[in-house]
């Protein structure tokens, strides 16, 4: 919905599945801070990339146990390289927008995951664009018509 809606309006979207990818876990070593290179290597050195070169960036999780996926959370983990030696942010300005599903049917489920994109991005100095959290998806691929419908009401906006 939010791809198909940009990709109409013009814009080039990137899809990332980041399960396809090989991610290593952030060591803490910090010596990415200096010049942005992160020591691991691996997918995480294309995906550095596509964002720094990205206007919208746009995380989209299923939340499991009120977190984002591991996939993801191990993505954000590694976007200290992200900061220079004084915690200055290489990509500050750039908009975000964040896409979660989850089983429960409890909007307070998507709070902690919320809360922790929220400092995340305010730290790297990002500007939310907006967010839809969608509740109540027990089954895979399913999401509600007013679910789908926020979507495009956001894709419009931020397109």
Excluded at 35 to 50: F, L, N, T
Excluded at 69 to 87: C, H, N, P, T, W
Excluded at 110 to 130: E, I, Q, V, W, Y
Aim: hydrophobic share 35%; glycine share 8%; with cysteine.
């Amino acid at each position: 919905m939010l791809t198909d809606t940009l990709k109409s309006k013009g814009h080039n979207v990137r899809m990332l599945y980041l399960n396809d990818l090989n991610i290593r876990p952030c060591q803490g070593c910090y010596q990415c801070l200096p010049k942005g290179i992160c020591r691991i290597h691996d997918d995480m050195k294309d995906i550095r990339k596509y964002i720094i070169e990205s206007d919208l960036i746009v995380y989209a999780t299923p939340l499991y146990w009120f977190g984002p996926s591991g996939q993801l959370k191990l993505a954000v983990d590694r976007s200290i390289s992200f900061m220079d030696k004084e915690y200055n942010s290489r990509i500050k300005g750039k908009k975000v927008v964040t896409i979660m599903t989850c089983g429960s049917e409890d909007a307070g489920s998507c709070r902690p995951a919320l809360d922790m994109f929220r400092k995340t991005f305010d730290l790297l100095g990002l500007s939310s664009a907006g967010s839809v959290e969608a509740t109540g998806c027990e089954d895979t691929g399913e999401v509600k018509t007013e679910f789908k419908e926020k979507t495009r009401e956001l894709a419009e906006v931020i397109a």
